[in-house]
DNA sequence: AATTTTTAGTGTAAAAATTACGCAAACAAT
DNA sequence: ATTGTTTGCGTAATTTTTACACTAAAAATT
């Protein structure tokens, strides 16, 4: 029988942190999920997180449970909503303050760690462990709202890219078409691309040009108060 | 000494939900705070809110909390943000699911509950209990952004209002000033309000239309996809 | 080797949305 | 009586958004 050491004069529900972490394969958008070793859902898929320690924020706890179940180190999360129906875990009651995160793939490496996680397409997530399907809902609606205020996505695409990739993850994303010209148009009015490489004098027509994300540009229209849209 | 009867094997912090409640007077946004009647921080103002029973959602709690303290009933409040530093709370770990709502400045009686409640200026709020300051500049700006896109700002103003009424209402929250014909112009051509009453023929030029909110138009709307904004 | 398909780059005209702006009548305050 | 504030109303100029076609190079297919 275990110790139940920590007592209180009323019930406390148990607070976890859950990650929901975004990828981009070039064409759809993939979530990272792992696969649970012990019940309960044993051997069901499941987002990184876990129990908040007493002495860690929300967000520690996310970035911790990130880390030790994925590997992924120093990762950018944001919280975006707290579940908290009665039943949404069997053991006991639990709440879970519910995170998100954008990573390229390439930075998941596969290690001990990483031995169970796994990148689904949008469009082959298994049904999930708790209530992690709703999680994952709500999840991507708020990625769809705030990929269109914040250049968010770029944290989604390596260093360097083409327009065309670029494009490819804004459609992925919002589930939607552009014209080419005018998603270009737009994206160069807006001023935050910088051309990677100066284009080479013999570069042939099919080459496309490189660009990166130009923070100081960004910082710079955000502080005037400035709106990316689409 | 008290009974600590509910006791786990991990420490577990306690659960609450805070209502940041926003008024309109006309002319200036409005807080509804309460008077702490006991420590910590007795005779500091706050939000209405308190600890989750085991058996409520955040929201739950929210809503009973908030009628038990203000006489507020059915408030639809929505969650914006859980504030879970650890020291927030002097007497243990407390973590916060805080939720905002509308609500007319009438419908807040005066009754037993609601003796020690008052609804503050924006400019006026005192320096608050635990770290609700922080709490109220996130809900400022939560409701910024709202106001942009979903027209919550009906909930504010009496069911029939003028033209003025209403720019006034956004210009209070947006802190920014709107031409009033363009105002007009803009806010007609959304096509979701209605004129409360035909416009007597004797009607002077002084006596201003007046307005309501048509709700069946925005559900019409909404469900097309379509985009309020400022 | 020839043919077909795919991709990148580029610009403009039409339509729609936004902005700026003035006047006359009624009422209120002085 | 005079002054200042409030309401209703509409248009012209500007800006933004949208729709849309061709060429050359490379890759894939035959």
């Known amino acids: ?16 942190a859950d990650c929901v972490i975004f ?53 950018a999360v944001e919280q975006f909503h707290t579940f908290s129906d009665i039943n949404r875990d069997p053991r006991e009651r ?7 995160a954008l990573v390229r793939l390439s930075e998941v490496k596969g290690g001990d760690d990483a031995a169970s996680a796994h990148w689904f397409a949008m469009d082959e997530v298994p049904s999930l462990a708790f209530d992690h399907d709703l999680i994952l809902r709500v999840a991507v609606n ?7 205020f ?11 890219f083409t327009m065309t990739e670029l494009q490819n993850l804004y459609e992925a994303i919002l589930e939607v078409k552009f014209d080419r010209r005018n998603f270009y148009n737009k994206m160069l009015k807006l001023g935050i691309l910088t051309e990677a490489e100066p284009r080479p004098a013999n570069a042939s027509r099919r080459t ?23």
Not at 1 to 16: D, G, I, L, S
Not at 94 to 100: D, G, L, M, P, R
Not at 150 to 160: A, D, N, T, Y
Request: some cysteine; overall charge neutral.
């Open 1 to 16: 029988m275990c110790e139940q050491n920590f007592c209180y004069r009323y019930p406390h529900p148990a607070v976890t």
């Open 23 to 75: 990828g981009f394969d070039g064409v759809s958008i993939r979530v990272l999920l792992i696969q649970r070793g012990i019940e309960p859902f044993k051997g069901r898929w499941a987002f990184p997180g876990g129990f908040m320690k007493i002495n860690e924020t929300a967000e520690e706890c996310a970035r911790r449970e990130l880390e030790e179940e994925t590997g992924l180190k120093n990762t």
């Open 142 to 148: 708020r990625l769809k709202e705030r990929i269109c």
């Open 208 to 230: 496309p040009t490189k660009y990166r994300f130009n923070d100081g540009k960004y910082a710079e229209l955000k502080q005037k108060g400035f709106r990316l849209e689409f």
């Open 150 to 160: 914040e250049p968010i996505g770029f944290e989604l695409l390596p260093e360097v």
């Open 94 to 100: 639990v709440i879970t303050v519910a995170h998100y």
